[in-house]
């Protein structure tokens, strides 16, 4: 079993920066991957951006540019910060991990599907609002 907590969700204004954490608990396999996923009301949860054990990145194109994901491995801990905020990144953010991440073993990138990742946190809300 794998739990996942959020922290870190506020109210920021348009333009804004802000870091998001996830502090994992619990065994997972060598090669796993963890990501970040948003769901805003009345729309379906969608990834924004995972990384697998190797480091190796994906970022939804929303996102690029804008938002770095980052594994801090000695603490078991997941950031995602977060720069030049929009109105439309507003949404529950959750943290997610594949705990044998089948991608990462193949040598691939991770992905941001919600199918591929078996547990999640409860979320942390971010609204970007002036």
């Known amino acids: 079993q794998v739990q996942l907590a959020e922290s870190g969700g506020v109210s920021v204004q348009p333009g804004g920066s802000l870091r998001i954490s996830c502090v994992a608990s619990g065994n997972m396999y060598s090669k796993y991957c963890m990501g970040w996923f948003r769901q805003a009301p009345g729309k379906e949860r969608e990834g924004v951006a995972s990384?697998?054990?190797?480091?190796?990145?994906t970022y939804a194109n929303s996102v690029k540019g804008r938002f770095t994901i980052s594994l801090d491995n000695a603490k078991n801990t997941l950031h995602l910060q977060m720069n030049s905020l929009k109105p439309e990144d507003t949404g529950m953010y959750y943290c997610?991990?594949?705990?044998?991440?089948?991608?990462?073993?193949?040598?691939?990138?991770?992905?941001?599907?919600?199918?591929?990742?078996?547990?999640w946190g409860q979320g942390t809300q971010v609204t970007v609002s002036s």
């Open positions: 990384i697998a054990s190797s480091g190796r990145t």
């Open positions: 997610a991990a594949e705990i044998q991440c089948l991608r990462s073993i193949l040598g691939g990138s991770p992905s941001l599907s919600v199918a591929d990742f078996e547990y």
